[in-house]
């Protein structure tokens, strides 16, 4: 039944469009306009979902950038502290910015400063030195915010490490004196005067040192001078060179005598020397203090001319000896 409905169905429709062609044609323009405003419809949407994706995309990225500018330093520390430092010691501190969005890093810009400067100091780029023994609190600030450490500071541990002598050499005629200076020298590189000093003359019959350090040369050659403290010994070496040989006077031989008038006696005139040798002495310049008394020539000969006493002078360039002269009546024999 319904197979033979569906074949007159097929012969009218095939025999109106014989019979009427026109119909055909404005069936087709209907169908057609109908199908682009279909297509423009989809691409409308589509266009539409397009764009509301790209606005929840950009509000997205708004958002976060909102987030980074709302990022807050919140704390700052101070990292690689030591436990103990030992006075004189140095460790470079570095500092660490903590922000509100959970991240972590180093800290610039960074202000240092110490509680207690003389127990601990730092520098502008978070260098430590341990000053003395004690505890100090180092600050490190960034934009407002504070981190703090404690830096603990022991004394040095400081041995003493030798002995030096000042002067280390010294050149000494025979007769002179110098003082030696014993200084200790300690680990950390400074010194100190050293006390209760053992002294020692490594040859005293050239140099001689007493409980002081005082040297005293005594003849010509090389000495070495030992001094020990704590376990430490330091040296001097002392060279004596003889004396510088000067004229210290100038005597009169006989430096007293008695004559008759009309006698004579001949005077000798000595150079005496710094290291206690005599010599004649020659250019004397020859004086009588009364040679109404007593005459002297240019030899140091003497004659007595009457009673009484005269001084007789024999002077060289600085220094003048001297001889008393007394004269007696001459004796009358009968």
Same mark, same amino acid.
């Given at each position: ?8 169905? %097929? ?21 057609? %306009? ?25 509000? =997205? ?50 202000? !240092? ?28 600030? $960034? ?12 004394? %040095? ?15 000494? $005629?025979?007769?002179?004196?110098? %003082? ?18 053992? !002294? ?85 310049? !020859? ?20 009673? =009484? ?26």
């Amino acid at each position: 039944m319904k197979t033979e409905i569906s074949r007159e169905l %097929r012969s009218a429709a095939i025999a109106r469009a014989i019979s009427h062609p026109g119909d055909i044609e404005r069936a087709l323009t209907v169908g057609l %306009r109908r199908y682009k405003w279909k297509v423009f419809a989809a691409y409308a949407v589509v266009t539409t979902v397009v764009i509301l994706l790209a606005v929840v995309m950009l509000l =997205g990225q708004l958002a976060k950038v909102g987030q980074y500018r709302e990022v807050k330093l919140t704390a700052v520390t101070i990292g690689s502290v030591p436990a103990v430092l030992i006075a004189g010691m140095q460790d470079q501190l570095s500092a660490l910015g903590h922000y509100s969005d959970g991240s972590t890093v180093p800290a610039t810009g960074v202000a !240092w400063v110490s509680g207690d400067s003389e127990v601990a100091r730092v520098d502008g780029a978070g260098l430590v030195t341990a000053v003395k023994a004690g505890t100090a609190t180092i600050s490190a600030t $960034q934009s407002g915010v504070t981190g703090t450490s404690t830096i603990t500071v022991t004394p %040095r541990i400081v041995t003493v490490t030798g002995l030096v002598l000042e002067p280390a050499e010294a050149s000494l $005629q025979a007769g002179d004196t110098t %003082r030696l200076a014993a200084r200790l020298t300690y680990s950390d590189g400074s010194t100190a005067p050293a006390t209760a000093v053992a !002294w020692v003359s490594g040859d005293s019959e050239v140099a001689r040192v007493d409980d002081t350090g005082l040297v005293t040369a005594v003849q010509a050659g090389t000495a070495t001078i030992s001094a020990t403290q704590s376990g430490v010994t330091g040296t001097a070496t002392i060279t004596v060179t003889p004396p510088d040989v000067v004229v210290t006077g100038l005597v009169l031989e006989p430096a007293a005598a008695s004559l008759q008038a009309g006698e004579t006696i001949g005077l000798a005139a000595w150079l005496t020397y710094s290291d206690g040798s005599t010599a004649p002495a020659t250019g004397v310049a !020859w004086v009588s203090g009364d040679s109404k008394v007593a005459r002297v020539d240019g030899t140091g000969l003497v004659t007595a001319v009457k009673a =009484g006493t005269a001084t007789i002078s024999a002077t060289q360039p600085g220094v003048t000896g001297t001889s008393t002269i007394t004269v007696t009546p001459e004796q009358v024999i009968e």
